[in-house]
């Protein structure tokens, strides 16, 4: 009986490592114009037994547009990041992570971000190899599904009280529970009190059962961030973003102590070592790893267990392309201490199209993909129409 059941476990084994694993080959990079501030740089990793997998590079040039020259740039930094693999099994993860890591710290966000994004594409890759869903491979999901809270800064065009209203109520009224804007974006051109004036503009037109959060996108002292979050006391938020950079671990602090509303932060940041000061010294209520920046899928549920350690929620940052979207659903499919993510809202109506099947976006919701990998493909006649 020992022996026959031996029997079927070697056989089981041998299956799967007698089986041909694709072998990384080469990647193109897909930069997709969505709207006059935001370009997807969508990445496909590509492999010889013909399957791809998929990441997302965006947003490593600041908050204003992708330029074509950035794109390239990016297109080269890729390059180093692939040649590590080359060759080699989309399932050698670790040797990857072990290899390009170090790279990555030292090279920056542009870096960071190119690494993240093969680090995504590989366990899209795994997972399709494996035939199962990518999240199957961090211990499988305890969630369907996710709230979205819809960031409705980038949409927002008219930066008056009204225009933020206006934005909040349409948000509302497709399903959205929770917003977030940012409205000091432009301070000190912009006063801190303007922003604070559009802040309550949004809770006057959403209502007491809506979940607002704010972003200062770093643009404060301590003295004006502790000012303003008093302001903003009757407005209620959940989180308060961001009010000085993350690496002022003391001065987030310092504003952490003096205010009542929790402070999250953290979207650039890099790796666990990166998110280590802000947990250690509980700086933050709420860290914002970003898939596309943080190192991607792994490197973002280790930072979710520190946090977790430390007290603190985990709501990924994420005003990214579709890509980045489905590739954080299966990071967080299993995490215990997140409960939101974010999306850009209201940018152009074709996105959910540049994936086969279609974004599984709805109604405030996400529902997390259960085919293999990623369980997506790439809308490449879409993606053409729409090159930068
Ligand atoms: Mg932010």
């Given at each position: 009986?020992?022996?026959?059941?031996?029997?079927?476990?070697?056989?089981?084994?041998?299956?799967?490592?007698?089986?041909?694993?694709?072998?990384?080959?080469?990647?193109?990079?897909?930069?997709?114009?969505?709207?006059?501030?935001?370009?997807?740089?969508?990445?496909?990793?590509?492999?010889?037994?013909?399957?791809?997998?998929?990441?997302?590079?965006?947003?490593?040039?600041?908050?204003?547009?992708?330029?074509?020259?950035?794109?390239?740039?990016?297109?080269?930094?890729?390059?180093?990041?692939?040649?590590?693999?080359?060759?080699?099994?989309?399932?050698?993860?670790?040797?990857?992570?072990?290899?390009?890591?170090?790279?990555?710290?030292?090279?920056?966000?542009?870096?960071?971000?190119?690494?993240?994004?093969?680090?995504?594409?590989?366990?899209?890759?795994?997972?399709?190899?494996?035939?199962?869903?990518?999240?199957?491979?961090?211990?499988?999901?305890?969630?369907?599904?996710?709230?979205?809270?819809?960031?409705?800064?980038?949409?927002?065009?008219?930066?008056?009280?009204?225009?933020?209203?206006?934005?909040?109520?349409?948000?509302?009224?497709?399903?959205?529970?929770?917003?977030k804007?940012?409205?000091?974006?432009?301070?000190?051109?912009?006063?801190?009190?303007?922003?604070?004036?559009?802040?309550?503009?949004?809770?006057?037109?959403?209502?007491?059962?809506?979940?607002?959060m704010v972003d200062v996108h770093s643009?404060f002292?301590v003295?004006?961030a502790?000012?303003?979050a008093?302001?903003?006391?009757?407005?209620?938020l959940r989180w308060y973003e961001e009010p000085v950079a993350p690496a002022q671990v003391a001065e987030t602090v310092a504003i952490a102590r003096r205010i009542r509303q929790p402070i999250a932060g953290g979207e650039f940041l890099?790796?666990v070592?990166g998110f280590l000061p802000l947990c250690r010294e509980n700086a933050v209520a709420v860290i914002m790893p970003d898939?596309?920046?943080c190192?991607?899928?792994?490197?973002?549920?280790?930072i979710a267990?520190m946090a977790e350690a430390h007290g603190i929620s985990v709501a990924p940052h994420?005003?990214?392309?579709?890509?980045?979207?489905?590739?954080?659903?299966?990071?967080?499919?299993?995490?215990?201490n997140c409960e939101i993510?974010?999306?850009?809202?209201?940018?152009?109506?074709?996105?959910?199209?540049?994936?086969?099947?279609?974004?599984?976006?709805?109604?405030?919701?996400?529902?997390?993909?259960?085919?293999?990998?990623?369980?997506?493909?790439?809308?490449?006649?879409?993606?053409?129409?729409?090159?930068?």
């Amino acid at each position: 009986m020992f022996s026959t059941r031996r029997a079927v476990l070697g056989m089981a084994a041998g299956t799967l490592l007698g089986q041909a694993k694709p072998r990384v080959k080469d990647y193109t990079l897909w930069p997709v114009r969505a709207t006059s501030r935001t370009v997807w740089l969508i990445v496909q990793l590509q492999t010889d037994s013909g399957i791809s997998g998929w990441g997302e590079a965006s947003d490593a040039f600041g908050f204003a547009s992708t330029s074509a020259a950035q794109a390239r740039e990016m297109q080269q930094q890729l390059a180093a990041f692939v040649a590590l693999m080359q060759g080699r099994s989309c399932l050698d993860i670790a040797h990857y992570r072990k290899m390009g890591e170090p790279l990555a710290r030292a090279g920056g966000l542009t870096a960071a971000t190119a690494y993240s994004a093969v680090e995504q594409a590989l366990w899209d890759l795994t997972g399709q190899t494996l035939g199962v869903p990518a999240y199957t491979l961090f211990g499988g999901p305890i969630r369907d599904q996710i709230p979205l809270y819809a960031n409705i800064n980038r949409a927002t065009t008219d930066r008056s009280p009204a225009g933020f209203a206006a934005s909040a109520r349409q948000a509302v009224a497709e399903g959205y529970r929770a917003l977030k804007a940012a409205p000091w974006d432009g301070y000190p051109k912009i006063t801190a009190d303007h922003g604070t004036a559009c802040t309550q503009a949004i809770r006057a037109a959403v209502g007491p059962a809506i979940e607002v959060m704010v972003d200062v996108h770093s643009n404060f002292t301590v003295e004006e961030a502790v000012r303003v979050a008093k302001q903003l006391e009757p407005v209620g938020l959940r989180w308060y973003e961001e009010p000085v950079a993350p690496a002022q671990v003391a001065e987030t602090v310092a504003i952490a102590r003096r205010i009542r509303q929790p402070i999250a932060g953290g979207e650039f940041l890099f790796g666990v070592h990166g998110f280590l000061p802000l947990c250690r010294e509980n700086a933050v209520a709420v860290i914002m790893p970003d898939v596309k920046h943080c190192g991607g899928l792994l490197a973002m549920t280790h930072i979710a267990a520190m946090a977790e350690a430390h007290g603190i929620s985990v709501a990924p940052h994420n005003p990214s392309g579709p890509v980045a979207t489905v590739a954080t659903l299966h990071a967080i499919a299993g995490l215990r201490n997140c409960e939101i993510l974010e999306l850009q809202w209201g940018e152009v109506g074709w996105r959910g199209e540049l994936l086969q099947p279609t974004e599984p976006i709805q109604a405030g919701k996400a529902e997390i993909p259960k085919r293999p990998g990623f369980g997506i493909s790439w809308n490449e006649r879409l993606a053409r129409k729409h090159r930068l």
